[in-house]
Each structure stands twice: as C-alpha cells, then as structure tokens.
C-alpha cells in the first residue's frame, strides 16, 4: 500500500515537487524529456503492463482491477505526449 494513501493531506496535492518546482513546473517536464524519450517512456509502460496482466499477484489477480491499469496506462501515455509537445514547442 502507498505511503501516500496514510496521509489525506497529500490527496490532491504535489508531494515530490519543490516549491521551486512548483513554480516552475515547464522545468520539470524539461528535465524529465531531456532524461528519456518517449519511445523508452512506452516501452517501460508496456513491460509493467505485461508483468501485471500476466500475475496473479494482487491486485492484479482482479479483472476489473487489470482493466482499471489499462485505462491509466493509456492516460498516462497521452498524458506523457501532451507534456512532450509542451516541452518541445517551448510553450511557456
């Protein structure tokens, strides 16, 4: 269980960023797309995808709870484009 879920504070609210970043968080993205591109950004999602549609460990030993992963899985990745183009256009 994440730590995060102890802590209703957190609910909603940045917790790794610094205020710095917080005020700045273009910066974030551009450091973040200047360690990894997207096609290693994919393919990490994709071999998480297939270790948790492929155990029968918990929580994924639910359907509903594999097909919840899918859906974040594939918002995460247009999640992960949209801040690329962000960070590639410049906009600021």
Do not use: W
Not at 17 to 29: G, H, I, M, Q, W
Not at 46 to 60: A, E, S
């Amino acid at each position: 269980m994440s730590e995060f879920l102890n802590h209703p504070e957190f609910f909603n609210e940045p917790v790794l960023l610094s205020e710095a970043e917080r005020d700045n968080p273009l910066k974030v993205l551009r450091e973040f797309f200047a360690d990894y591109r997207l096609s290693e950004l994919r393919q990490m999602l994709q071999d998480m995808q297939g270790i948790c549609l492929t155990t029968d460990q918990p929580p994924f030993s639910d359907p509903q709870r594999r097909a919840d992963y899918l859906l974040y899985e594939r918002s995460l990745v247009g999640l992960l484009e949209a801040a690329f183009i962000l960070v590639k256009g410049g906009i600021t």
